[in-house]
């Protein structure tokens, strides 16, 4: 069995990726609390890129959460109709919409247990307008993040995404969560891929149980 990363070789690895890709940030584009969330919610099963295409049209007609709420779905989806699971997403804005009027005053709320309480709003999605919106040390998992933290190993391949969560928020300090998760992301999409991982360019290469074995082929 591979023995699991220490808390030490974490952060180590973090401070190393953050040498590697420094400054990470996330790549949606959003001028408010209110539009990162709808672009979250949007981004789900689909690239932060294709969501940038149809948020500025989207927010341009629903410039608030009040004129979201006003809006019929059929009509929400004439503008993102080009991204994924787009029937669902357009009853979901909707719906967060409304509640984000009636509930909270037309604001986007600043704690897990109020943003879960909203359609299309999960864990990850929380995390991301937390830590991105509000500066609230938070740390989400995507798939990228899955998968790095899986292939190193800092977790089990059992390991599920609040398993992960915690794992890293354990290891690292409060006030590199929410870069550290930005930077894993970005790591993912440009390294340590799902197919193809450039393991001679990483750093953690010789360290990773995935990648070590690739070095010496």
């Given amino acids: 069995m591979t023995e699991l990363w220490s808390d030490d070789r974490l952060r180590w690895g ?14 949606l584009h959003a001028e408010s609390p209110y539009h990162l969330l709808i672009a979250v919610i949007l981004s789900a099963q689909t690239t932060d890129a294709a969501v940038n295409k149809v948020t500025p049209a989207l927010f341009a007609a629903y410039p608030t959460p009040a004129a979201l709420a006003a809006a019929k779905p059929a009509d929400i989806e004439q503008f993102i109709h080009t991204i994924g699971l787009f029937h669902t997403k357009a009853k979901h804005i ?53 998968r790095i933290s899986k292939r190193l190993p800092a977790v089990s391949d059992k390991a599920s995404v609040r398993d992960i969560e915690w794992r890293w ?35 953690l290469a010789p360290y990773c149980a995935t990648g070590k074995p690739r070095l010496s082929q």
């Fill in 14 to 27: 973090m401070h190393e990726l953050f040498k590697l890709i420094p400054n990470a940030l996330g790549a």
């Fill in 94 to 146: 909707q719906e967060t919409a409304q509640q984000l009027v009636t509930n909270f005053n037309s604001t986007v709320p600043h704690t897990h247990p109020e943003l879960e309480s909203l359609p299309g709003v999960g864990r990850k999605t929380a995390n991301v307008v937390l830590g991105d919106a509000f500066g609230v040390p938070s740390f989400a998992v995507d798939t990228h993040v899955t």
């Fill in 169 to 203: 928020t354990t290891a690292l300090p409060e006030t590199e969560w929410v870069q550290g998760h930005h930077t894993l992301i970005l790591f993912g999409r440009r390294y340590c891929m799902a197919r193809n991982p450039r393991c001679a360019e990483c750093p």
